[in-house]
């Protein structure tokens, strides 16, 4: 049996349950985007009330991330620390802007490794304390509790899992 055929046969068997998951799912996945959206557009609120211009919320969100690490361009997409389609791109404003500065591994001259500059930590800092806020007061105005973190980190955590195994495997 062809993927054609496997996914006309289980659509002719979808189960109730079947259709509540698929529906969950997809609610999910517009979550995850409206949510990665929803915190750049938060992040540039703050930087716009604080008279920041010089730099967009990826790349401040890429400054936090690095922190006080000294990482490549490779360990910032391994670790998950880039939310955006160029890091390279990005890496190399940040350094032409003064955020981040670069220098060649002493191990593999072929690999270069950022850190931040004292003007990036500024940065780091800004987002830190924007996310310190959001500490002090989620429970309180959001309404959600540290257990309901627990829980949505660990299907976060799955999914993530999954769909890292749907690549790995071509599922």
Do not use: C
Request: hydrophobic share 35%; proline share 1%; net charge positive.
């Amino acid at each position: 049996m062809n993927n054609t055929q496997r996914k006309s046969g289980e659509n002719q068997r979808s189960t109730p349950s079947d259709t509540a998951l698929r529906t969950l799912y997809l609610e999910a996945l517009q979550l995850v985007e409206r949510l990665h959206r929803r915190l750049l557009d938060v992040v540039k609120d703050e930087f716009d009330r604080n008279g920041r211009s010089d730099i967009n919320a990826i790349q401040a969100l890429l400054l936090f991330n690095i922190g006080n690490a000294e990482l490549t361009a490779g360990e910032l997409r391994s670790r998950g620390y880039y939310l955006g389609s160029n890091v390279s791109y990005n890496l190399k404003k940040l350094v032409e802007l003064g955020f981040i500065s670069h220098e060649r591994s002493r191990t593999d001259r072929r690999s270069v490794r950022v850190s931040l500059t004292e003007k990036g930590t500024e940065v780091a800092e800004l987002v830190a304390g924007l996310y310190e806020r959001h500490i002090a007061s989620i429970e309180h105005v959001g309404g959600i509790k540290a257990e309901e973190f627990q829980s949505m980190n660990k299907a976060l955590q799955r999914l993530d899992r999954f769909w890292n195994d749907s690549i790995a495997y071509r599922m």
